[in-house]
């Protein structure tokens, strides 16, 4: 089954993002890395440095911490209701890019800056996509 482009343009995205929910579906996190200096970026990108001649989508380690964070208390999406409250995140990737995403399996008072987490995929019913959250490493 192929990833739907009207859904990532719905949510926001372009075609250039189908390498990474393709492997999303795959549960492997992709990164997209400059082949001439090894700098990763999220989302696809150019290097600031080399332009879009030599990027290429990578594995990640699927690690990062916690940089900043918000426990959301009311679902502002009626399909977010079983969830509350739930966790909004933004990590630090080891590779070093920003990842925004959810913190899953952890209780929202264990939830600080620095934690440290994995990833992990969940389908998501609406979409039909396979998105990448994370939990804290044991």
Same mark, same amino acid.
């Given at each position: !089954?192929? /990833?739907?482009?009207?859904?990532?343009?719905?949510?926001?995205?372009? @075609?250039l993002?189908?390498?990474?929910?393709e492997? &999303? *579906?795959?549960g492997?996190?992709l990164? @997209?890395r400059?082949? /001439?200096? %090894?700098?990763?970026?999220?989302?696809?990108s150019r290097?600031?440095?080399? %332009?879009?001649t030599? !990027? &290429?989508?990578?594995? &990640?380690? %699927?690690?990062g911490t916690?940089?900043?964070y918000? /426990?959301? @208390?009311? +679902?502002? +999406?009626? *399909? !977010?209701?079983?969830?509350v409250?739930?966790? #909004?995140?933004?990590?630090?990737l $080891?590779?070093g890019?920003?990842f925004?995403?959810?913190i899953?399996?952890?209780?929202?008072?264990? /939830?600080?800056? %620095?934690?440290?987490?994995? #990833? *992990?995929? $969940?389908e998501?019913?609406?979409?039909g996509?396979t998105?990448p959250?994370?939990a804290?490493? &044991?």
């Amino acid at each position: !089954m192929s /990833i739907d482009l009207a859904v990532i343009k719905k949510l926001g995205g372009d @075609h250039l993002d189908l390498p990474f929910w393709e492997g &999303a *579906r795959r549960g492997e996190l992709l990164l @997209h890395r400059c082949g /001439i200096c %090894g700098k990763h970026y999220w989302p696809a990108s150019r290097c600031v440095e080399h %332009g879009g001649t030599d !990027m &290429a989508w990578v594995p &990640a380690s %699927g690690r990062g911490t916690v940089h900043t964070y918000t /426990i959301m @208390h009311h +679902a502002y +999406a009626p *399909r !977010m209701a079983p969830h509350v409250p739930y966790c #909004v995140a933004v990590l630090k990737l $080891e590779e070093g890019p920003f990842f925004h995403t959810n913190i899953v399996d952890c209780p929202m008072e264990g /939830i600080h800056v %620095g934690l440290e987490v994995a #990833v *992990r995929f $969940e389908e998501d019913e609406v979409s039909g996509l396979t998105l990448p959250v994370f939990a804290p490493v &044991a």
